[in-house]
């Protein structure tokens, strides 16, 4: 009979499930040492986020297939070593969302009337009623950034309050918005439209400060906040600004910056309602979560695949050898395509020319929703999920192939469309280094390298190249590389510029603007 170490803390009812089919041994607490001494008794491993699950760990696991994580990050697990152990990662990712919708739902209606503020004062002996008039939430806007499972749970939840949805998420169709009661616009127009927010998007370099001091300017006076996703997602010195001087009329904070808090002035200030995180914290979600993940623990050493695996599943050695070199070039198509795109996405069609369309292209098209969705879906992505996430998201994927050889003996072609048009981006492997080689229709060939790149479309003339140089240098920015593409001389053309530092704001404006140009984007590899 398998043997399973649980070394955290869980709830009782994951426990019971798998001592139902395996031998079950709670040890909570271990010193690392004491750990490393005794996994290798084990076939699989169940933590929460107090053990460690380290490099030293897993390579000491000589029987382990499995380790699972009773919630959803997974950041002390070493994934890497894991994968390369041939270990499976499970999750619990669903457990916990009602838990976290109803958080905040509660943040929502604590805010609109007032109510730890009007219960700290009456048991203080106060009788105020006068200073804690409330607002209804009937008929009042909520603005939701984030229609993943948590966002989409609010968007049903907050429609029985009668309240008006708009809702920020390009990674979703339309299709399914409609379906929740959902208006999808601009993340500007949900700031200037919105009585309500509420934040349920990860926490990514994309998304740190997504709300500060410029945006929190262009919403009502009278709007209210409410993040109970990821810290750091408001930025809290400007949240505190905004409220002393009443550009915003309040705040509803679970998660902040740094956890704890400590002596945080924002859990003083008096319209700002505050919890120490507990989203996750009821009864029924540390039940939920703990039967996820005993279950899919299970299921691996059963031999039947994990619904919600966060590493890199194995792959056979016939398939590695054609399809495996060009999963990076996928994934860097996809993040680049993303990142040149505007507007609500709409479908996504995956052409496969030259050797790999005879072969299996799921890992390929997995690998490429990985690029696409990274960074702005709430789960980790890999492999084996994408494909789930982007459905459940109501993505149109279509994968068309060409086997007769073409200018190159593999290319991927990703074609994406959204409200705004169409962006096509084209990459294959050539001595074992990705390259770009068409962008919306123009051929190039482009390495891409380092860590920001800068697409220029515009029309074919003299002088673009050096009024760029110029600008780049009057800006201390350096340039590592340039490649051009265009259709005819003084046609439709393309720069892609290698840059070792971030472009403001402002020089990017003035790229566009003294080069004339139809487009210029910055895209972070």
Not at 109 to 119: F, K, T, V, W
Not at 240 to 252: M, R, S, V, Y
Not at 374 to 393: C, D, F, H, K, Y
Request: charged share 20%; net charge negative; proline share 5%.
């Amino acid at each position: 009979m398998p043997r399973v170490l649980v070394a955290d803390p869980i709830a009782q009812e994951g426990i019971d499930l798998l001592k139902n089919t395996v031998d079950v041994e709670v040890r909570t607490k271990l010193p690392l040492a004491e750990l490393i001494g005794i996994v290798p008794e084990y076939d699989g491993l169940v933590v929460r986020s107090e053990t460690k699950v380290t490099g030293e760990v897993i390579a000491a696991g000589k029987r382990l297939q499995v380790i699972g994580r009773a919630g959803v990050g997974v950041d002390n697990i070493d994934l890497e070593a894991a994968t390369l152990h041939g270990i499976t990662v499970v999750n619990a990712p669903m457990g916990n969302t009602i838990a976290a919708t109803e958080h905040a739902i509660a943040m929502l209606l604590a805010l609109a009337r007032h109510i730890p503020q009007a219960d700290s004062s009456l048991k203080g002996g106060e009788w105020r009623r006068a200073d804690f008039m409330g607002t209804e939430v009937r008929n009042k806007t909520l603005g939701i950034v984030g229609l993943g499972r948590v966002g989409s749970e609010v968007a049903r939840r907050a429609a029985a309050f009668s309240m008006r949805l708009l809702g920020y998420d390009p990674f979703i169709s339309p299709e399914y918005a409609r379906h929740l009661g959902v208006e999808l616009v601009s993340l500007a127009r949900l700031f200037k439209e919105s009585d309500f927010i509420t934040l349920h998007t990860p926490m990514t370099e994309a998304t740190r400060h997504l709300i500060g001091r410029r945006e929190m300017a262009k919403m009502k006076p009278d709007v209210r906040l409410i993040n109970v996703a990821r810290g750091g997602l408001i930025d809290e010195t400007a949240l505190l600004a905004a409220l002393e001087d009443g550009t915003i009329a309040g705040a509803a904070l679970d998660v902040f910056s740094k956890e704890p808090p400590g002596e945080s002035p924002l859990l003083q200030h008096p319209r700002v309602v505050a919890t120490p995180h507990l989203g996750a914290s009821t009864v029924e979600a540390q039940a939920e979560v703990s039967c996820e993940v005993a279950g899919q623990v299970l299921d691996v050493l059963a031999g039947r695949p994990a619904r919600s695996t966060v590493n890199m599943p194995f792959m056979p050695p016939e398939v590695h050898a054609v399809v495996a070199p060009y999963l990076e070039t996928a994934g860097i198509v996809g993040k680049i395509a993303v990142q040149l795109s505007e507007g609500q996405f709409d479908s996504l069609t995956l052409r496969y020319q030259g050797e790999i369309a005879n072969h299996d292209t799921s890992m390929l098209k997995a690998a490429t929703l990985v690029g696409l969705l990274g960074p702005v879906t709430e789960e980790r992505l890999n492999l084996v999920n994408a494909g789930v996430i982007a459905s459940q998201r109501g993505l149109r994927v279509v994968e068309e192939k060409d086997p007769s050889p073409g200018e190159y003996a593999s290319l991927i072609t990703v074609e994406l469309r959204t409200s705004e048009g169409e962006t096509s981006i084209g990459g294959t492997l050539l001595r074992s280094d990705t390259h770009i080689v068409q962008v919306n229709g123009n051929w190039l060939d482009m390495v891409p390298q380092g860590a920001y790149l800068l697409f220029i479309e515009h029309q074919d003339r003299p002088g673009m190249i050096g009024a760029l140089g110029t600008i780049t240098g009057n800006n201390d920015i350096n340039i590592s590389f340039m490649a051009v593409g265009r259709q005819a001389p003084r046609g439709n053309a393309v720069m892609v510029v290698g840059l070792d530092d971030p472009m403001p704001d402002e020089a990017l404006a003035e790229v566009k603007t003294t080069l004339h140009i139809a487009t210029a984007k910055l895209v972070k590899l």
